[in-house]
Structures are given as C-alpha cells and as structure tokens.
C-alpha cells in the first residue's frame, strides 16, 4: 500500500472541498451559518493532513522492521526513523530528485524500493558505491580488491516471530565511517547460486560460483546487503538498486513494543 498516495489523495480531496466551498458554495453563506458536515471535517484535517505529507515526504518517515534480514543491527519489530533529505530533495509519490544534497555512503542503512517490486520498502546496508568492485569469499566481504576489516566478537542468538538463529557468530565490521555487527552462520554457504535470478539488469556484471560472488556495480546504482549475512535477500540474488529507488537513510529507532530498551537507539 503506497501511503504516501493515499495522503496525496486525502489532500487533494479535502483541500478541494474547502476551496470550493470558500469560492463558490460558501459566498452567501451568513458568518455565524453551521458550516455543512464535510466542509466542516475538510477545514478540519486539511491541516493535519498537509504538515503530515510534508515531514513524510521531505523530512522523516516511519518504518517497521519486518523480517530478520539486518539482525542484529535490527531486530523484527522495531520501528525506525528514516531521513528523508539526506540523499536529496525528491518529489512524493514519483520520487524524482529535485535538488542534490548528498549521496549514499558505503556503510549506511537504507530503506529504498525493491527493484523488481517499487510498491514493497526494503532495508539493507549500502555495500557497494558506483564502480566499486564486490566480492563475497568465504563469508570475505572485499571491496575494490580490499578485505573488509572484521574482527570476531561472540555468538548471537535470537528467537522470536518463529525464527530461531542458534548458531549465529557475531563480527565487527567496518565499511567506511561506519562500525557495526554482522552475523554469519558458518554452516551456510556465502550464496545459493540457484536462487541467483537471471534477468536482472547487468546481470552480465557479476560471477558466481560455490565460494561466492563477483560483481562491479553500474553508475548510478548501488550494491545492498543485509547484516544477517547468511539469511538475506539482497544485491546478491536480485541485482543493484538504481539511484531512483532511494528512499533514505535508516538513523534511529523509535519504538519496539517487546524491548523498551532498544527505544532511542542510532543505527550504525
């Protein structure tokens, strides 16, 4: 469901009905006249609906966590702040860029349109910039040539929503300015090569094999992983996230109904 769309609506429909009313229907109404029940609802959210299309569409979104993709950076259920500016001004609903602001950074967490369906939201790490050069060797991230810096931290396990990771082992990874924690499951492979698809765009840009993958990523598109390194599907399997999918960066989360601790947290 694209909410942003349907904020769009309710606001053309409600201001519509308090623009007609102050320009035609109104005219000759008295100054202390009952104002008609939709008019008077119209003049009421009109407001509420704008100010609130505007900080989602310019400003700040709320997200959920719904799967288990970026565990441990974020478990399922929490609720997240994405920064809506920091990749540029985008017009709602079309996402076109208006006005330049920044880029995607190796490192970050980004909510962005998955390719193959725009309507569904996905949150991975952004893994590999424009022309950068991705490799995944035994559970190896290699950027343009160089290891990734990963240095073991202790296991990690998390049973919830039906999903059970007992043998996760947790590494400190750092990719640009960021520093955080990946987890890896020793028994399963770097990537399924049978459920790689085959028909996305520059496909011919990467190579797989039992041991891992290759891929240079095109201009204008990026590389996604998720932290849950072994249970997530991304860049991987389904391709690179064009530069029109963007959505923005993931920075803190907000809420989670079953660990109030977690409440405030800034995502690394």
Known sequence: MNFALILFVALLISGGIWLFDALVTG?????????????DYA???????????????????PFKIPSGSMLPTLEIGDFILVNKYD??????????????????????????????DPSLDYIKRVIGLPGDVVEY???QLIINGRPVPLARVGEYQYVGSGLNYINGQTYQEVLGEHRHTVMIQPEA????VHQVEGDFPYRDNC???????????????????????????????WGFVPDRNIVGRAFMIWWNFGEFGRIGHFIE
């Open 43 to 61: 003049r009421s959210f009109f407001p509420v609906i704008l100010v609130v299309f505007l900080l989602r569409s310019f400003l700040v979104e």
């Open 207 to 237: 190579t797989y094999n039992e041991s891992g993958f290759k891929c240079r990523v095109p201009e204008g598109h990026y590389f996604m992983m998720g932290d849950n390194r072994d249970a997530s599907n991304d860049s991987r399997y």
């Open 87 to 116: 990749y540029g001004i985008r017009l709602p609903i079309i996402n076109q860029k208006l006005i330049e602001v920044g880029q995607p950074q190796r490192g970050d967490v980004m909510v962005f349109r998955y390719p193959k």
């Open 27 to 39: 005219k000759g109404r008295a100054k202390d006249a009952k104002l008609p029940l939709l008019v």
């Open 189 to 192: 492979p770097p990537v399924v």
């Open 137 to 139: 060797r035994e559970k």
